[in-house]
């Protein structure tokens, strides 16, 4: 998979099942990569997206943004 791929996904609201759906895909879409968890997840901490990243993709890294959390 390259870098210039895009995965994204169109939801009606952001909460925990939809953040759970986008998660589960990011993983499986990344599986065959040979990175395995290196990979780091970037957010702002907001609707869930910790909760399912805890659950699905523990050893993930995570960063979060500074600029969203001075706005939230």
């Not at 659950?55 to 959390?69: A, D, Q, S």
Request: proline share 3%; with cysteine.
């Amino acid at each position: 998979m390259s870098c210039s791929q895009l995965l994204g996904a169109i939801v009606p609201a952001e909460d925990t099942n939809n953040w759970k759906f986008f998660i589960w895909n990011l993983k499986n879409a990344f599986k065959d990569s040979g990175r395995g968890d290196n990979w780091s997840i970037i957010s702002d901490r907001q609707k869930g997206i910790n909760l399912e990243i805890k659950e699905l993709w523990p050893k993930v890294g995570r960063r979060y943004c500074c600029k969203h959390l001075s706005k939230n």
